[in-house]
């Protein structure tokens, strides 16, 4: 702008000022001198009102186009960080400083006072506006589908010929309950357990996706040992046309489990299940010899069970004959009874665990109670 122009609102004359860069585009108000210029000037834009969005139930902030989970119940920093987004400061501004000083008003309704600084066109301005923000309390997607008993999975916990054990279904929903809640943590908020119901046969677990559901009972399965069967139910169709299906994964956990005593029928004697993953793994409790079933047997060789852990009685140890008997009084019926010593009954054992079956009487480990700590 040349030496000598003059403003074409009031006719003053207009200080020199550096010409904009080839390229750049020329300011519309450049033209004005500085008191015009200011009086149209707005160093800040900001909204009359604001709202945020808040779910009442999980605390969860809507935006942009989705719920986001912040982890707080105090929103006034959320006010704040809203306020302070849709404030918007004059381009033309330099060295701006701001600053923000919340007001609770009432529970839902929170005055932002907002002072903002700049330099422009060689001046400081300062100006200060205040933005209402009304806290609206709402219900999200996810709190709205679990309030509606929503899922799109059931996760069944069944054992083969028999009832699931109370410590497996415990150890099942844990499972499960850990495994979403992970994916919860990661930001996932279509992850959620919708119910966990008992029945006479086992838990089931309703989740809230057929991934999540897909997840948990494999996660079940490599813990607790066997297999799952898949069940898919067409439901409905999605605003594409595309089905949608619901599916029950059924958790079948293996015959035998860890404290089981069981009878091969192969002529070493019973044997303590201390494992059913991948395949059965013991103790043979004639001799003390660790087990393992075939790779083709799996989890549930052919056997009869005999007992648990659980039924077995402390008894007294009447003599060590040698390494291979042990004369102990029957628990029942106290007579003295010669039976195979297994290797880890100690040569000075005053009294030792055993289980008297249709087998006959059998020494148990002394922590025969923790076979299944390695599981």
């Known amino acids: ?58 605390g969860a902030v809507y935006e942009g186009n989705r719920w986001v989970d912040v982890g ?13 987004e849709a ?3 004059h381009l033309n501004a330099e060295n701006v400083r701001w600053g923000v000083e919340p007001e609770q008003v009432d529970e839902n309704t929170i005055r932002m006072h907002c002072t903002f600084g700049g330099v422009v066109r060689d001046t400081y301005r300062e100006e200060r506006v205040t933005v209402p923000v009304h806290i609206s309390k709402q ?27 109370p ?56 813990a607790l040992g066997g297999h799952v069967e898949e069940y898919p139910t067409l439901v409905t169709e999605d605003s594409d046309g595309n089905e949608v299906y619901r599916v029950t994964y059924a958790v079948r956990l293996p015959k035998y489990t860890p404290g089981d005593v069981i009878d091969l029928e192969d002529g070493d004697g019973p044997v303590l299940v201390r494992s059913v993953r991948g395949n059965l793994k013991g103790v043979r409790l004639a001799t003390g010899d660790p087990y393992e079933a075939d790779f083709e047997e799996g989890e549930t060789p052919e056997a009869r069970r005999l007992g648990t852990v659980d039924d077995a009685s402390e ?55 923790a076979v299944g700590d390695d599981q």
Do not use: W
């Not at 207009?14 to 904009?20: D, G, I, K, M």
């Not at 010669?338 to 922590?367: E, F, M, N």
């Open 139 to 165: 219900t999200c997607q996810r709190c709205g589908r679990i309030a509606g008993g929503y899922y799109a999975s059931i996760v069944q916990i069944r054992a083969d010929e028999r009832n699931p054990t």
């Open 167 to 222: 410590e497996e279904e415990q150890r099942a929903v844990e499972i499960a309950e850990s495994y979403v809640a992970k994916r919860e943590a990661t930001g996932a908020r279509d992850a959620f357990i919708t119910e966990i119901k008992e029945t006479d046969d086992g838990t089931d677990i309703k989740i809230s996706t057929n991934q999540l559901g897909g997840g948990a009972a494999k996660r079940i399965v490599r």
């Open 315 to 369: 008894t007294t140890v009447v003599t060590v004959e040698d390494e291979y008997a042990i004369q102990v009084l029957d628990p029942e019926t106290y007579e003295a009874k010669t039976i195979a010593r297994p290797s880890y009954v100690d040569a000075d054992a005053q009294t030792v665990p055993v289980l008297k079956s249709r087998a006959g009487l059998h020494v148990l480990p002394a922590r025969a109670a």
């Open 72 to 84: 707080a119940r105090d929103y006034t920093d959320v006010a704040v960080e809203q306020v302070t």
């Open 1 to 58: 702008m040349s030496s000598g122009d003059f403003c074409p609102r009031c006719g003053d004359p207009v200080p020199e000022r550096a010409e904009p860069l080839p390229g750049a585009p020329r300011e519309r108000d450049a033209v004005l001198c500085d008191d015009c210029y200011f009086e149209d000037f707005d160093l800040v834009d900001a909204p009359e009102r604001l709202e945020v969005r808040v779910c009442s139930q999980c």
């Open 87 to 89: 404030l918007g400061v």
